[in-house]
């Protein structure tokens, strides 16, 4: 191969937290809508975005990994505090929230975007979605899971409109509360 370039998409995600003591996490579990404002709701979590991971193609937008030739995942990037919510709280709001034995695709989303992935910050994270995973195989038994568990890649945050997009009401301006411990359902909707 001719030349020393390197792909920015490949790389691992280098963004550091908007304050000291905290933490990334980053899952991809369906639509990011959703699953976005799951974690909101969760004490301990500072920050939330959408965007996309774990493709190649560097700088992303929505349209285009839509196509599936990007191979991104539609994924939530958490910013949380580890002393007031532990790693594995957020692991346990990620396998409540998707059904992690459908291959690319959460209900009526399919793609290859709406894997199911985990992708981990440090050998901690990487140990506990492992040890959580076999544990939620063998709850579900005659099922097998396929969510990905791999390094976390470069994190392209997706086009503003999509940022809580449901707690700002969505397309159809039905706000849903992102308040810490709220218990609404939560209803997906374009």
């Known amino acids: 191969m001719a030349g020393n370039t390197t792909n920015p998409a490949l790389e691992p995600d ?40 774990q493709g ?33 709280n957020l692991l346990a709001v990620f396998w409540d929230r998707h059904d992690p034995t459908t291959l690319n695709r959460q209900r009526g989303d399919v793609g290859t975007q709406y894997r199911s992935g985990i992708y981990y910050y440090n050998q901690e994270q990487a140990r506990l979605a492992q040890e959580t ?3 939620k195989q063998k709850e579900l038994k005659d099922k097998t899971i396929v969510t990905e568990i791999l390094p976390a890649k470069r994190f392209y945050r997706a086009e503003e409109y999509h940022q809580q997009y449901l707690e700002k009401g969505g397309g159809q301006g039905s706000k849903q509360s992102a308040a810490k411990g709220c218990n609404d359902p939560i209803r997906c909707y374009g």
């Open 133 to 135: 995973m076999e544990a």
């Open 56 to 88: 190649h193609v560097p700088d992303p937008t929505y349209k285009l990994v839509c196509t599936g030739s990007t191979k991104h995942a539609e994924v939530v990037r958490i910013q949380f505090d580890p002393s007031l919510c532990p790693y594995a």
């Open 14 to 53: 280098t963004d550091s937290p908007i304050g000291p003591g905290l933490e990334f996490a980053q899952f991809g579990a369906g639509c990011f809508w959703g699953v976005e404002l799951a974690f909101q709701r969760v004490e301990g979590v500072v920050k939330t975005e959408v965007g996309y991971s």
